[in-house]
T-cell receptor
């Protein structure tokens, strides 16, 4: 079946540091890939997505590139801010049958210190 | 982002109570979802509705009963829950075969 593996957290960085959160996946077919972010006390917000190989999703300074050859979708940001502190989830879609189901990783907690 | 709303945001209930969670989406979508988020576990898909019809029940115990009266509203009726059912319950919506958008969740505590 499908699966998503994220790097174990927590990740603690200083403001303006470079961020990488690794994500690899196993899937049949050609899934779409997503990063969602969950701020404290809130639900999940879509951060970015990519629907086919070599696509780059970007939003709010975050980027991730769909790498089919390495089955990866690593999240990066060049300079993090305190307000980026949150839990980040990598996910893939499964277009099997009539449903469009998401398979999530376990999440990575990011804490950015001033 | 107010496209998907959930009420209540917090709920405390005893094991013999009956309560309902409500989700409403203002995005014109035709698919709606319930997820359970427990500490230290991946998000678990519970139910999927497409055009008001339930198309997925991910082996959820019968003490959770979903209802989708129209494409904009989704309910989760709760009865005789267990303490291990305490979690954040998230609702999402999408166009079929498209990106899912989540609500803020209901934090449920079962005493």
């Amino acid at each position: 079946g499908n699966s998503v593996t994220q790097m174990e957290g927590p990740v603690t960085l200083s403001e303006e540091a470079f961020l990488t959160i690794n994500c690899t996946y196993t899937a049949t077919g050609y899934p779409s890939l997503f990063w969602y972010v969950q701020y404290p006390g809130e639900g999940l917000q879509l951060l970015l997505k990519a629907t086919k190989a070599d696509d780059k999703g970007s939003n709010k300074g975050f980027e991730a590139t769909y790498r089919k050859e390495t089955t990866s979708f690593h999240l990066e940001k060049g300079s993090v801010q305190v307000s980026d502190s949150a839990v980040y989830f990598c996910a893939l879609s499964d277009r099997g049958g009539s449903n469009y189901k998401l398979t999530f990783g376990k999440g990575t907690l990011l804490t950015v210190n001033p | 982002e107010t496209g998907v709303t959930q009420t209540p945001r917090h709920l405390v209930m005893g094991m013999t109570n009956k309560k309902s969670l409500k989700c409403e989406q203002h995005l014109g979508h035709n698919a709606m979802y319930w997820y359970k988020q427990s500490a230290k576990k991946p998000l678990e898909l519970m139910f999927v509705y497409n055009f008001k019809e339930q198309t997925e029940n991910n082996s959820v115990p019968s003490r959770f009963s979903p209802e989708c009266p129209n494409s904009s509203h989704l309910f989760l009726h709760l009865h005789t829950l267990q303490p291990e059912d305490s979690a954040l319950y998230l609702c999402a919506s999408s166009e079929p075969q498209d990106t899912q958008y989540f609500g803020p969740g209901t934090r449920l505590t079962v005493l």
